[in-house]
């Protein structure tokens, strides 16, 4: 096992437009971040995944670009940007950027440009087709509804975008558009970032000929995933970039397969240095994207036991709960109720106590919840407003039925302002924010946490001194007991003579716990449990959402 920085490293998520407003605006900015660094090196993270801040018109809060190298006006300018990586550097952290080049927007200058006429020096830097038969050249659908294709009557011809129409996908096909992101991402490095977090890193390559995809929600994707030459791209930007410096890098990746995995996080660093799997995300998938089913445990147990089992000792994990895609972990897998503290502190301690890096996404820290709007407007999000206006609105779904899915999963959960205090906007902004707080704040928020000493805010800082002390944490190996155990997650870890034993309890019932065979309590040495006053290793009872980690 190869010892790395970025394998030791906690990494937190900033989404910079519900992070901290410093103008009155109510749109997060530059300037709030750094007046929140403190704050961040208290919490004991290292890293700093900041979601994209360049020039972008918003339509997919800045997963669409229209200058890679400049700052989005809203959160401030590059002078700004420098400040801020300066005080993180100064604290000891790393700054890790949101590369996402597998589109940009409709409002870059290159497809500006393109769609001017066929014949322009730009015009394959995207993926421009004829119709057929009066209609899209094929029938790919985007994740944002509709088809994946956009008419520009300008030169008759259709462009593809596998997310919103202002995300023209561009054609890594062509060697200039590869040199062209390659140069780019040196120009951050050189600048001082620590690494790149890769947008839908696993679907650059498209299948020749873009051939029809099955008909389905997403229609296309096996055409448009781990595609034929990705693995050749990614090896390309590898030598031509990321080799060249002391850099972390986590694709997501999608869909992605253990073997497809073990390929993009390889442990002869040939391409990136990790992945997000997304299998933990599908597992609770209802028939529809706004659908949902109550997970049993012993299923997402398997789920995470796989990716720890099969990557070991060839490619390294990321770990992680929820980020600015998914809802808030504390009410999809835990108890965002009377349980919320106890159940949030549960999860964390299974991230912290499994190998790989973990991720802590804003707000997790503090146990934010799910948002809960009533209104579909209050909804900011283009696949939430896109979804409602194909599948209501125009289409037979009950809005009742959709908005509770909303409120499950949807995207806007994780993306509600940071709750800093219970003063007006929960200390987010002086001005109107541009999504609504969450009426919660009052109660939820970092003021309260920093004050209680028994906050999960105070709780994280412990696993993640734990985890620093105790290398078996970071580096040891998995390996499960009772795997059909339908209330309890228990797994061991070990590395240079030393065993982690970590037992979770899932559910909010009290539940007995018999230590396994093989396993000696004597002398084992509780290292930290979320009740504060964790029994012995021995036979006990497991109260709900209980969480025990021994140093055998
Ligand atoms: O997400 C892409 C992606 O495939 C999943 O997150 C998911 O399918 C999508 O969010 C719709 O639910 C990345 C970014 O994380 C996301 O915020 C962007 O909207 C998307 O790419 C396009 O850049
Ligand atoms: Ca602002």
């Keep these: 096992m190869k010892k790395a920085w970025w394998k030791e490293a906690v990494v937190y998520q900033i989404y910079p437009r519900s992070f901290m407003d410093s103008n ?54 590059l002078e700004d940007f420098r400040t801020m990586l300066e005080g993180i550097h100064k604290r000891g952290m790393k700054l890790v950027m949101d590369l996402v080049v597998n589109h940009t927007s409709d409002e870059h200058a290159w497809f500006m440009e393109s769609r001017k006429s066929k014949d322009n020096p730009y015009r394959d830097y995207y993926i421009w087709r004829d119709g057929k038969d009066g209609k899209e050249p094929n029938n790919w659908t985007s994740y944002f509804y509709g088809p994946a294709w956009e008419y520009d009557k300008e030169t008759d011809q259709y462009y593809l975008h596998i ?30 970032c620590d690494g790149f977090r890769m947008d839908v890193v696993n679907m650059y390559s498209k299948v020749p000929g873009l051939p029809d995809g099955k ?19 990614l090896q390309e930007m590898n030598r031509e970039v990321l080799s060249k410096y002391d850099i972390m890098t986590v694709g997501e990746t999608a869909d992605v397969s253990i073997e497809e995995a073990l390929r993009y996080a390889n442990n002869e660093g040939t391409e990136l240095g990790m992945v997000f799997q997304f299998e933990q995300n599908m597992i609770d998938n209802g028939e529809t994207r706004f659908s949902y089913r109550k997970v049993p445990l012993p299923e997402l147990k398997a789920c995470f036991s796989k990716w720890q089992r099969q990557l070991e000792g060839k490619a390294w994990n990321s770990l992680y709960w929820t980020n600015h895609d998914q809802p808030r972990t504390v009410s999809r897998r835990g108890n965002d109720k009377e349980y919320r503290k106890e159940s949030q502190k549960m999860l964390y301690t299974m991230l912290m106590t499994m190998q790989g890096t973990p991720y802590i996404y804003q707000g997790e820290e503090i146990g934010m919840t799910n948002v809960y709007f009533d209104d579909i407007q209050d909804y900011d999000d283009v696949e939430i407003r896109n979804y409602w206006e194909r599948y209501v609105v125009n289409g037979t779904e009950d809005p009742e039925k959709t908005l509770d899915g909303i409120h499950f999963r949807a995207r806007d959960n994780a993306r509600t ?79 240079e003579g030393k065993k982690l034993f970590v037992v979770l309890n899932f559910t909010e019932e009290t539940v007995d716990f018999c230590v396994p065979e093989g396993i000696s309590g004597e002398g084992a040495e509780l290292l930290i449990d979320n009740y504060k006053d964790g029994g012995k290793l021995e036979n006990r009872v497991m109260r709900p959402y209980e969480a025990s980690v021994y140093l055998i």
Excluded at 46 to 72: A, E, Q, T
Excluded at 166 to 177: A, G, R, S, T, Y
Excluded at 217 to 231: A, C, L, M, S, V
Excluded at 446 to 474: C, G, T, W
């Design 215 to 233: 008909p389905a929600e997403i229609t296309g994707k096996e055409h448009f995933q781990d595609g034929p030459r990705i693995h050749e791209f």
């Design 417 to 495: 302002p940071m709750q800093w205090d219970d003063s007006e906007n929960a200390g987010f902004t002086t001005g109107k924010p541009w999504i609504k707080v969450n009426p919660n704040y009052k109660e939820i928020n970092v003021k309260e946490a920093l004050e209680d000493p028994d906050s999960i805010f105070h709780y994280m800082q412990d696993l993640i001194r734990m985890r620093k002390a105790n290398e078996v944490a970071v580096y040891g190996d998995f390996k499960e007991y009772e795997p059909e155990n339908e209330k309890l997650y228990i797994y061991e870890r070990n590395f």
């Design 163 to 192: 997310f919103s129409r202002k995300q023209p996908d561009l054609n890594w096909e062509n060697p200039n558009v590869r040199y062209e992101v390659y140069d780019m991402m040196k120009y951050w490095l050189d600048m001082g």
């Design 24 to 77: 009155g605006d109510g749109i997060g900015d530059l300037p709030g971040i750094i007046s929140k660094l403190d704050y961040l090196k208290e919490l004991g993270v290292d890293v700093i995944w900041l979601s994209p801040c360049y020039k972008s018109p918003n339509d997919d809060n800045g997963y669409d670009i229209s200058d890679y190298r400049d700052i989005m006006d809203e959160f401030g300018t």
